[in-house]
C-alpha cells in the first residue's frame, strides 16, 4: 500500500512493507483472558519532502467503534464488541511515536490517535525529540521515519465467540 499527497514541490508518502492482514484466533481461555500479541504487526516508513506531517490511526467500521460481524458461534455472549479490545503500540529507535513505547486503545478513525502531530498546525520538531513532523526519509533516517506497529487484542470472555472484523487505517497527511 503506497499513500502519497502531492503539493507543488511538497510531498508526503510511505509504504507498508508487510502483509497487511492478520487473523487472531482465541483458541484458549488464557488468550481470551490475557490477549494476543501480534509484534511488528507492521513497519510504516515514511518518506516526506519539503513539508511537516502528521500521522494518526483509527479503525474504520460499519457501526462505529464496534467490530463487524462477520459469524458468530452460538447464543450466548455479547456480539457487539468494542474496537478498543484491540490495542496497539507504534515505535521507532528514535522515541519519536507521540503515543511512547505503550500500547493504547484504538479508537473509531472519527476520533483517531495522532502518532505524529495534532489537527492544529504544529510546530516543526526535529527528529531528536518526541513528534518529529519535519520533511525527512526512512532511507537517510531510519531511526526516525520508520515506525514499528505491535498490536494486541484481549476479548475476555463476555463475547460471543465468531468471525468479526474491521479495518484498521494509517494516516498521512500534509500537517496545514
Same mark, same amino acid.
Given at each position: 500500500?503506497?499513500?502519497? =499527497? /502531492? ?7 510511505? /509504504? ?22 501480534? +509484534?511488528?504487526?507492521?513497519? =510504516?516508513?515514511? #518518506? !516526506?519532502?519539503?513539508? #511537516?506531517?502528521? =500521522?494518526?490511526?483509527?479503525? %474504520?467500521? &460499519? ?6 460481524? &462477520?459469524? %458468530? ?32 486503545? $484504538? ?5 483517531? *490517535? ?9 510546530? /516543526? ?7 518529529? &513532523? ?5 532511507? !537517510? ?13 484481549? +476479548? ?11 479495518? *484498521?487505517?494509517?494516516? $498521512?497527511?500534509?500537517?496545514?
Amino acid at each position: 500500500m503506497l499513500l502519497q =499527497l /502531492a503539493s507543488f514541490a511538497q510531498s508526503v508518502s510511505f /509504504a507498508l512493507k508487510t502483509s497487511p492482514n492478520i487473523n487472531l484466533v482465541f483458541d484458549s481461555i488464557d488468550k481470551y483472558r490475557n490477549g494476543i500479541v501480534i +509484534p511488528s504487526f507492521v513497519t =510504516l516508513k515514511v #518518506e !516526506t519532502v519539503g513539508t #511537516e506531517w502528521d =500521522l494518526y490511526m483509527g479503525t %474504520t467500521t &460499519n457501526a462505529n467503534g464496534f467490530f463487524d460481524v &462477520n459469524t %458468530t458461534y452460538g447464543t450466548s455472549g455479547n456480539s457487539s464488541v468494542p474496537v478498543s479490545i484491540l490495542q496497539a503500540r507504534v515505535y521507532n529507535a528514535s522515541g519519536t511515536s507521540q503515543t511512547g513505547t505503550s500500547f493504547f486503545n $484504538l479508537t473509531d478513525i472519527a476520533t483517531p *490517535v495522532y502518532l505524529i502531530g495534532s489537527t492544529a498546525n504544529d510546530v /516543526a520538531v526535529n527528529c531528536s525529540s518526541s513528534g518529529t &513532523n519535519v520533511a525527512g526519509s526512512y532511507t !537517510t533516517q531510519p531511526q526516525c521515519y520508520s515506525f514499528k506497529v505491535d498490536l494486541k487484542a484481549t +476479548p475476555g470472555l463476555t463475547y460471543r465467540a465468531g468471525s468479526y472484523s474491521l479495518r *484498521v487505517d494509517f494516516v $498521512l497527511i500534509q500537517d496545514l
